[in-house]
């Protein structure tokens, strides 16, 4: 069995910097990446906590805009049942997949709490309230999602890309 050596490169931006120039200055940097490659390799653009894809659609759609010819596929992750049609769309329609579930270290099952504000709803209670309105919804709603192991996912994805780059948003809390 070959051992292969592979770089992470991750960086780390604030979560209010979405579309700032620490965001698209990784987001051209992982571009660049996809450029330089070989068209026979696949990249990855890995959405944990994907919401609508907005993230995920903008990278892949800057790739096409560079006319690359190298495949890039999304890898979506997000337990919302609400957004599961338009992720599922995403995944197709760039040959990725749609993880209906929220990432965690094992396949399985949790406590997922559902904020009023959609964005902020998490496995933490504490954060979803944070985020809640009191005055409109003093409580969160508690269901439970399926989880799926986000570290046997991300393995796949660098065995798959043989070189090729690996961009990943952790929309995490805590």
Not at 10 to 36: H, K, M, T, W, Y
Not at 70 to 75: G, Y
Not at 111 to 128: M, R, T, V
Not at 143 to 167: E, H, K, N, Y
Request: include cysteine.
């Amino acid at each position: 069995m070959h051992s292969r050596l592979f770089a992470l490169l991750a960086v780390l931006v604030p979560c209010d910097a979405a579309g700032s120039e620490q965001g698209e200055a990784a987001i051209q940097g992982f571009v660049n990446a996809v450029r330089r490659s070989s068209p026979q390799q696949v990249g990855f653009v890995v959405d944990v906590g994907a919401n609508n894809g907005q993230w995920a659609r903008h990278i892949l759609e800057r790739v096409r805009e560079q006319g690359t010819r190298m495949q890039v596929a999304p890898i979506l992750f997000e337990p919302q049942t609400e957004y599961y049609p338009v992720l599922q769309q995403l995944a197709n329609d760039w040959g990725g997949t749609f993880h209906a579930a929220a990432a965690w270290t094992r396949a399985g099952n949790l406590s997922f709490y559902l904020s009023h504000f959609k964005e902020a709803s998490s496995l933490s209670e504490q954060i979803a309230l944070t985020f809640s309105k009191p005055e409109v919804n003093s409580r969160v709603r508690r269901v439970t999602v399926p989880t799926a192991d986000f570290a046997r996912v991300l393995r796949s994805c660098v065995q798959r890309a043989r070189g090729a780059p690996i961009i990943v948003k952790l929309d995490v809390e805590a």
